[in-house]
């Protein structure tokens, strides 16, 4: 397997030691000829709007609409998930908006507010939750399923195959995430086995 | 500052990896550069250029005017205090600042102690000529390294010094046997927790910017190949013909920034570049302040 980590902006590296440490193989995705034969994209925290508009100036965002429309999995972790969000509050800007939800940037504040909590992730029990300026989804429509709330508000959700966060698991020392999402990709070839051919 | 606090903050830094944070003086500005793709930007009443031709004692800017700074971008909001001038700090960890600058560009307060940044919750980053500075910034409670360079110049000569110096220091520790690091730590005069710390990882516990005389989308790209994690840029953006188009440029330099074919088009039609002075030209030399 070979998974894409968007390298734009932003800590990508993180995910890129998280996924070598439980045995994967990744490529830094830059341009667009770096999107060939992924199993899977993961879209890294870091500023939404640099990343945004590096996606256009690299030609990268119709390609990887494409992709993550057509079922790539894709993990999306803060400023990932605003990437992936069909909505910003209080912006007319969208990027990939693949992600039926309403997303509200620096939800929590400025960098004084930023915390670490830990709470139940569906699927994965606990997890210690790194909220960094983070955005949380302030409404998902009725097909989104659900992963975790903090304070009443969504910061973890699942769409089709792919996974938004407000938190980053890659700070977190716990791989836990990273494995689901694997499996996840794996799980995929066998339901589009002519995506290797 | 908990230990969870300086990990958030470090984390913040981890974020802005890859990105360019640039000097704004205007909200105006700071639009302009946040619509260019700054990661961050810097508020500050003048530009380090405009400081060194002005003279005299330079400090924090009115609140007032970050503020407006705040207000008119999403993006991170940094400032600028001086030198062990730990009050200033307290000012701006009060109106929420995301990342305080101990920064050697303004006239320092103390010319003995740099500020007790563990005694913050707010983040700070300092700039450091060699490993030795780092690490003991770092020891402070810096949550975020960046090379001095010489502000205001537009030469990068300093800034290249710095990283080299500091990634050449980072080797030397690395191939040490560990029982020789006990002096290799006093000879840095840094802790020598640290020293261990760098030995074993092979780099800074902190993320490590470059700053000082960025100009060209070249020389953000030399410094991104040197090692620097990411760009400060300050006079070199708004002391130029075209800030917004530069400003982009840089970005684009900085994320792709093996890609010498790219760069050769992002080089195209920028305009004038700030016109730079070297060091042998000026008197008032910033990197100097705070080691």
């Not at chain 1, 009443?152 to 999402?181: M, T």
């Not at chain 2, 961050?40 to 700074?69: C, Q, T």
Request: negative net charge; contains cysteine.
């Amino acid at each position: 397997m070979k998974i894409g980590v968007l390298a734009l902006q932003g800590a990508f590296i993180e995910h890129e030691n998280m996924l070598t440490d439980i045995g994967t193989v990744c490529t830094e995705v830059r341009q667009v000829s770096d999107l060939q034969g992924l199993d899977g994209i993961v879209l890294p925290g870091g500023e939404s709007t640099v990343q945004g508009q590096l996606l256009q100036k690299s030609g990268l965002l119709a390609p990887l609409w494409d992709l993550i429309a057509g079922g790539l999995p894709t993990l999306a972790t803060c400023a990932g998930l605003i990437l992936l969000a069909q909505k910003i509050k209080d912006s007319p800007v969208t990027h990939l908006g693949t992600l039926p939800v309403t997303i509200k940037r620096n939800a929590y504040g400025r960098q004084l507010s930023s915390f670490v909590t830990e709470e139940p992730v569906k699927g994965i029990g606990n997890f210690s939750m790194v909220f960094i300026r983070a955005p949380y989804i302030e409404h998902a429509d009725m097909d989104v399923e659900i992963l975790a709330k903090v304070d009443g508000k969504i910061v973890a959700v699942k769409y089709g195959n792919q996974i938004g966060l407000s938190f980053h698991p890659e700070l977190s020392g716990n791989p836990k995430i990273h494995k689901w999402f694997l499996s996840l990709c794996e799980k995929r070839l066998d339901v589009y086995p002519l995506h290797h051919t | 500052m908990n230990q969870t606090q300086y990990e958030l903050n470090k984390g913040l830094a981890q974020m802005l990896k890859g990105g360019v944070i640039m000097d704004v003086t205007t909200p105006e500005q700071a639009k302009i550069a946040e619509e260019a793709g700054a990661c961050a930007v810097m508020a500050l009443e003048r530009i380090p250029a405009d400081i060194r031709a002005a003279g005299g004692v330079s400090r924090m800017s009115d609140p007032k005017m970050i503020k407006g700074i705040q207000a008119a971008v999403s993006i991170p909001v940094m400032a600028k205090c001086r030198i062990g001038h730990f009050v200033e700090a307290q000012v701006l960890q009060a109106i929420e600042i995301d990342y305080i600058d101990e920064s050697e560009v303004l006239s320092p307060a103390d010319d003995v102690y740099h500020i007790d940044k563990t005694a913050f919750q707010v983040p700070f980053v300092c700039g450091a000529r060699d490993l030795g500075e780092a690490l003991r910034r770092i020891s402070e409670g810096a949550a975020m390294i960046r090379t001095k360079g010489e502000p205001g110049t537009g030469d990068v000569v300093q800034a290249v010094r710095h990283m080299r110096k500091m990634n050449a220091q980072i080797r030397q520790l690395v191939s040490m046997k560990q029982d020789e690091l006990f002096e290799a730590a006093k000879q840095l005069q840094v802790p020598y927790e640290l020293a261990l710390y760098v030995h074993e990882n092979q780099k800074l516990p902190v993320v490590n910017f470059a700053a000082g005389g960025v100009a060209t989308p070249a020389d953000a790209a030399l410094m991104m190949q040197l090692g620097a994690e990411g760009v400060f840029v300050g006079s070199g953006i708004f002391k130029s013909g075209n800030p917004a188009k530069r400003a982009a440029a840089i970005v684009q330099a900085v994320t792709n920034y093996t890609d010498a074919a790219l760069i050769a088009r992002l080089s195209e039609d920028l305009g004038e570049a700030m016109v730079g002075i070297n060091p042998n030209e000026i008197k008032l030399i910033m990197e100097e302040r705070g080691q």
